[in-house]
């Protein structure tokens, strides 16, 4: 068993940066790869990176997003930079057996954490 519970979203405006966390606690922590996914309004769940403890990772918005982890905290983030409105989303951590961007690997997730880029 993962619980994994996000924070770090709220208002932000255009051209700004936000960290979002996720911590990952349970039984079976060290046995997961931890993924960010992002759900618009009326959108489906999209991928936005992923990581596992031993350091390796994908993502879809390499140009600006970057994820990392702090491994003795069991936490994982997402560094947003220059967010755009098109950014606006629930933000979603997630965890599986292994790295993926299937929403459908992930079996442990999150209550999420709302972003908002607007001026």
């Known amino acids: 068993q993962v619980q994994l519970v996000e924070s770090g979203g709220r208002l932000v405006q255009p051209g700004a940066s936000l960290r979002l966390s996720c911590a990952a606690t349970?039984?079976?922590?060290?046995?997961?790869?931890v993924a960010w996914f992002r759900q618009a309004p009326e959108k489906e769940r999209k991928f936005v990176a992923a990581i596992n403890w031993g350091g390796s990772k994908m993502t879809s918005q390499a140009a600006r997003f970057t994820i990392s982890s702090d491994n003795a905290k069991r936490t994982v983030y997402l560094q947003m930079n220059s967010l755009e409105p098109e950014d606006t989303a629930i933000y979603y951590c997630a965890a599986a057996s292994k790295v993926s961007t299937q929403p459908d690997d992930y079996t442990y997730w999150g209550q999420g954490t709302q972003v908002t880029v607007s001026s």
């Open positions: 349970g039984r079976t922590v060290n046995d997961v790869s």
